[in-house]
């Protein structure tokens, strides 16, 4: 065909009738997963902006004030506490103690002090000269959570036109000061003060942390020695010692949020049965408000007002609905855990067995993925202790009489097995993989090896002992 012919094309409309299923995800079904997959606290979190944003749901505050109301041993006597309050005097004692009842608000309130502010506290107790205190205050603040200097002395010294040699001056005295070690620049220098502070005189533990931690890492002892000229003995007593000092002193003055796990389940063993209670104190039951069914079921109707109840009455039915389906579904997988785990409930995390989200999800007629989200960040009370549920979850062996083995499990006899070794002739992995054999678990030397570098636990090479 030619270039400048052109071919005809014909155009036109049709109608297709077609079947076909799909999965259409509603406002409400969106909604349904994300309250599965949260966690109590966020659950918690979450019913509060509901209730917000939703003038007809209201919590049951019988139901509330049930749970929350306080035993009478704990009772407070506000008249009594208020009376002493007022007899409080700031200049006889720095702390109140009430002396006829040890429960007293003055002690509940405790602020632990930053790093910056103890050290300062203890600078303004020295007698140095008030010209180093501009000094003194940029180095306390120019250290990190750990305790370490992040910036240089020569950098200091110009940001504030000094002189190095004084900056390095109050250097050695913010250095001097607790928690020993302190304002250093490096792990080097760290455990060199915490030695001097000890009085350590011994010159082959200054060779050791100035020259050799890395080799110190790697158990390379007999090289050390070779270098020291002294015995892997000694080498090993110097590396015992040093793993007692503090890498990071400034750490134990670093704040921490405190995390709460809260338990959706609790487990416990009546006789020889276990029964499971739902934990829903921070699950609160939500209700409709009955004013607010009046308004709707009055005569004297709005349609606005009765469009805007309408929808609300639905969201809030459905969040009700949706909190009530999430409890039932946590509620089956648990018993599903409990009854094919119980010799984990019975003797321990050695007799874990092997548990799949599938064969979960086939039990109680739902989707892996429904399990995988009731399962992540939802945690279980049980008398073996708090877990999560994806603890029980995990791949495994079978040992020689066909019996499935949880790699969980697995890890707890090597585990055993290495802290029973000799430390002078550590096991190797493939001696560890005979060791599981003769207790009929059989499984390769590389799998041992994974499983221990899961656990963090060095190589036989790392473990020796001299």
């Not at 009929?440 to 090896?449: C, D, E, L, P, Y």
Request: glycine share 4%.
């Amino acid at each position: 065909m030619k270039i400048w012919e052109v071919m005809a094309v014909e155009m036109g409309y049709n109608l297709h009738l077609e079947q076909s299923q799909k999965l259409v995800m509603t406002p409400q079904l969106r909604q349904a997963i994300k309250i599965l997959q949260f966690t109590s606290l966020e659950l918690e979190e979450y019913i509060e902006q509901q209730i917000e944003s939703n003038p007809v749901i209201e919590i049951n505050e019988e139901e509330k004030a049930a749970k929350e109301e306080p035993s009478p041993e704990n009772k407070v006597d506000w008249k009594e506490y208020v009376e002493d309050f007022d007899n409080y005097e700031y200049c006889k004692e720095a702390f109140h103690h009430n002396r006829d009842n040890d429960f007293n608000y003055e002690n509940i309130i405790f602020k632990n002090p930053t790093l910056q502010e103890h050290l300062l506290f203890q600078y303004h107790l020295t007698l140095l000269d008030a010209a180093y205190h501009e000094i003194c205050e940029y180095i306390i603040h120019s250290l990190d959570d750990n305790g370490y200097l992040t910036a240089g002395v020569e950098e200091i010294a110009r940001e504030l036109e000094e002189d190095p040699a004084t900056v390095e001056y109050v250097l050695r005295i913010v250095q001097s000061f607790d928690p020993v070690g302190v304002g250093a620049r490096n792990l080097s220098e760290c455990l060199a003060i915490q030695c001097r502070a000890a009085g350590i005189r011994n010159e082959n533990v200054y060779q050791i942390i100035h020259h050799y931690l890395d080799d110190l890492a790697d158990n390379k002892y007999p090289l050390i020695a070779k270098q020291l000229n002294i015995s892997s003995a000694q080498v090993q007593e110097i590396c015992d010692y040093l793993k007692t000092l503090e890498p990071k002193p400034g750490r134990m003055y670093a704040d921490t949020d405190n995390r709460y796990v809260v338990p959706d389940m609790v487990v416990r063993k009546v006789g020889d049965d276990y029964y499971i209670i739902p934990n829903d104190r921070n699950s609160p039951r939500l209700t409709i408000r009955k004013d607010y069914q009046k308004m709707l079921s009055s005569e004297e109707q709005n349609h606005d007002a009765v469009k805007f109840l309408n929808d609300k009455f639905n969201s809030a039915m459905w969040l009700i609905k949706s909190i009530e389906q999430r409890m039932q579904t946590i509620y089956k997988v648990v018993e599903m855990i409990v009854r094919k785990q119980r010799c984990f409930f019975e003797y321990g995390k050695k007799h874990l067995k092997p548990m799949t989200l599938k064969e979960v999800a086939d039990e109680i007629g739902v989707h892996e993925s429904t399990v995988s989200r009731a399962t992540n960040g939802k945690y279980m009370e049980t008398p073996m202790g708090t877990f999560e549920l994806k603890y029980f979850f995990s791949s495994g062996v079978s040992d020689e009489n066909g019996e499935g083995i949880a790699s969980e499990s697995i890890k707890n006899y090597i585990r055993d097995i290495i802290d029973a070794e000799n430390a002078r002739k550590p096991l190797s992995d493939d001696r560890i993989a005979h060791e599981l054999a003769v207790k009929g678990i059989k499984i390769s030397r590389r799998t041992v090896a994974k499983y221990r570098e899961d656990m963090k636990i060095p190589a036989s090479s790392k473990r020796k002992r001299y």
